[in-house]
């Protein structure tokens, strides 16, 4: 199945690494215009030197309310596709959880989408059309051990898909979300770098093996594009299987 988009533009957020930046590589080879925000200066750096003609790299820090609104004024009528990827994740066992973990958490993972989509959706309603993808976890649909305070603000994202969906759908503007198992980015190494941890993971996929970034940016593509034209509201698990064992 091709995959084009004509003359259109996206907006990734978390675009510098890992799944963002596989996402902003695979739009960039099917020359949709890009704006990617990361907040790293040499993500950024590296980002502008892989796609000098396509992509605009914007360094931000989403967490901050009023600057993303006022960074993203002069671009957010004209985003056909959004992909609200950016993340934070910490595993902490309850009993040690603090303040700052619960609002690094929620202020990126829960807020920041709910702003940037705001953002951009303005001009989505006027010309009746849009997609959207958000970046959630199986950690959103699953319960794992020291993932609370992600696991919640993933599950925020699931709830807060269909809650999106059910207001932008008559405006022709579909949002969807996509569940990933564990993947091999540096984010992995956060909760899945201990060898134990690792196998017991493996031993209940029915693959066997963990997602590889392409393997969730091409779903993210398919979302995106109209071949997809009636898929509304999903929560779309991407993990080999896992989730169908119910751990």
């Known amino acids: 199945m091709t995959l084009d988009f004509p003359g259109q533009t996206a907006l990734v957020t978390g675009a510098g690494r890992g799944i963002g930046r596989e996402i902003v590589r695979q739009l960039a080879t099917r020359n949709v215009k890009i704006i990617a925000i990361c907040r790293t200066c040499s993500d950024l750096d590296s980002l502008k030197k892989e796609f000098p ?3 605009i790299a914007i360094e931000l820090d989403l967490r901050n309310w009023t600057a993303t609104r006022k960074a993203l004024e002069p671009y957010a009528d004209k985003i056909d596709m959004l992909v609200n990827n950016a993340a934070y994740a910490k595993c902490t066992p309850l009993g040690e959880i603090t303040e700052q973990e619960c609002d690094d958490h929620y202020s990126l993972n829960v807020k920041a989408i709910i702003n940037v989509t705001q953002c951009v959706t ?3 309603k006027q010309r009746r059309s849009g997609s959207i993808v ?3 976890s199986l950690a959103g649909l699953v319960g ?4 609370l305070v992600y696991g919640s603000s993933k599950a925020a994202v699931d709830l807060m898909t269909k809650i999106m969906a059910l207001e932008l759908g008559p405006y022709n503007i579909r949002v969807n979300s996509i569940n990933p198992g564990v993947t091999n980015t540096e984010m992995a190494k956060v909760g899945w770098s201990d060898p134990e941890r690792r196998d017991w993971m493996l031993s ?6 963990f997602n590889e970034p392409v393997e969730i940016a091409q779903a993210v593509l398919f979302l995106l594009n109209q071949k997809s034209g009636l898929i509304n509201g999903v929560n779309l698990p991407i993990d080999g299987g896992i989730y169908t064992t119910k751990m």
Request: with cysteine; glycine share 10%; hydrophobic share 25%.
């Open 53 to 55: 003609t396509n992509v």
């Open 122 to 124: 303005v001009g989505m």
């Open 134 to 136: 958000n970046v959630s």
């Open 144 to 147: 794992y051990k020291d993932h």
């Open 204 to 209: 209940r996929c029915p693959l066997g093996r």
